[in-house]
């Protein structure tokens, strides 16, 4: 499939890698691929799910077998706590003065919802037409998979150092990787750091994830009268709190349905294929519904600014009755550009609710939650050889892609580790439905996922040490 030129790389060439040691990695993935598989299943079968009101003693199981799975590649493995769910760490040198690469993912999964909503049980792996189903499946029991893939090919001959991280909780908010990093965070520093829990373009098309847009929650009230009264004494010359908040949220968009406060970040995407059409049915959006927002569909999903109310605190409409109401509250979710600093983002979206409150009604607004979006410094040594190693397992050159929602962690590694390059990668296609009924894992994409991972290795360890 043809893309247009942007968004896409020129490849390194003068690699010390011969296409032959590449054409052996692949063959070692293939033959490895069969255990690999199974070890996924295993994982699978653990019902690791991390929301507080699942058995907790199944998260310390599947932590458990991540790290007997990396014992087995020799690395000296740790089982850490931090007030949180177990993550593994685990560690294996490389060659004196090769550089050092972190590979992260999570062994945590979502809880599987609504057993009726499955084809099959969510925690008995199942393959069908080429996919394997299955909670984790895919996120990110794959990734974990990934990584351990790479490390078997590569056994006895490790090309660089080599630590794994995999975390326990990424499904219930990374709560305690804060400290984890504290603690434990000298062990993780790496030259490059691998983050499988991504995913890619489309079957057959690799993606390196460059953006992740940042998030924030605020609460709006709006008051007008110190108390609700009668609509026909007062109505007409006292305005009502409800009505105040629907033109106070009415603000934040403009006619065009683009974000309206001002002074928010905004970038432009790749320009990749990605129609209306597509979009619509992605969506769900109905006919005749307009999509809103100026510019590339992608670009109004990756790189501008999104505001959505979310929750509603006013009478219900079987409760009414003939009332001015005196409050009315509203959650509000912004996504952000990746590159935006939240803090700044809520402070924009505060003033301007505080400077179009209507008719002079009382409003406050408070900070919910925020996380920060990543824009991957996506230049240097490190990811023109994670794009190489793309090209050589898919065939074909791989694409920058965004994403719209976050992975809010990412910021924590950012700030942690500011001298590493941090590469966004996975094992999804659009097809995989993380987090959803019948979640699953494309196996030949699969493949192509731990050929490209092992292949970094060596091209990595292969680089001119200065
Ligand atoms: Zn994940």
Redesign the pocket.
Known sequence: MSRAGVGRVALVTDTALTPDQIQQIRDRVAELMPQVRADLEELVRIPSVSATSFDQAQVARSAEAVAELLRREGLEVDIVVEGGRPAVIGHLDGPEGAPTVTLYA?HDVQPPGDDADWDTPPFEPTERDGRLYGRGAA??KAGVMAHVAALRTHAGNLPVGVTVFVEGE??FGSASLPTILEKHGHRLAADAIVIA?SGNWAIGEPALTTTLRGGVRAVVRVETLDHSVHSGMFGGAAPDAVTAMIRLLASLHDDEGNVAVQGLDEGTAADLDYDEARFREESGLLDGVELIGSGSILTRLWNKPSITTIGLDVTSVEKASNTLAARAAAKVSMRLAPTQDPQAAFELLRTHLLEHAPWGARVTVDLEEHGSGFAADADGPVCDEARASFADAWGTEPVDMGVGGSIPFISDFVARFPEASIIVTGVEDPDTR?HGANESLHLAEFEKVCVAEAVFLARLGALPRG
């Open positions: 999570h996120d990110d990424e499904e829990d993380a």
